[in-house]
Nanobody, 115 residues
Framework: QKQLVESGGGLVQAGGSLRLSCTAS????????MGWFRQAPGKQRELVAD???????NYADSVKGRFTISRDNAKNTVYLQMNSLKPEDTAVYYC?????????WGQGTQVTVSS
């Protein structure tokens, strides 16, 4: 089953912006914590940002002030607005869904930031 589908990745120049979207299938989107992770070549997958069912957000220090996570429960969609992009943001970005009993991952979308 394809539970999470990301879109919006691409190639941008440093200082530019992208908005990633992740649309979830299933019936319980509104009660799950949604997040974005990223993984660069040769590096561990890391949490970028997440947002709880109540709207509380959490960000990695490296993206605070530049990235914004949001969700639209009516659309079963979580977004990651990425501004002031840096080459070190280059990675595959993965959508993540966490509930009490299961965790789902998207296939990932490539974000490449050129200098």
């Amino acid at each position: 089953q394809k539970q999470l589908v990301e879109s919006g990745g691409g190639l941008v120049q440093a200082g530019g912006s992208l908005r990633l979207s992740c649309t979830a299938s299933g019936s319980f989107f509104s009660i799950k914590t949604m997040g974005w992770f990223r993984q660069a070549p040769g590096k561990q997958r890391e949490l970028v940002a997440d947002i709880t069912s109540g709207g509380s957000t959490n960000y990695a220090d490296s993206v605070k002030g530049r990235f914004t996570i949001s969700r639209d429960n009516a659309k079963n969609t979580v977004y990651l607005q990425m501004n002031s992009l840096k080459p070190e943001d280059t990675a595959v970005y993965y959508c993540n869904s966490r509930g009490r009993l299961r965790t789902d991952w998207g296939q990932g979308t490539q974000v490449t930031v050129s200098s």
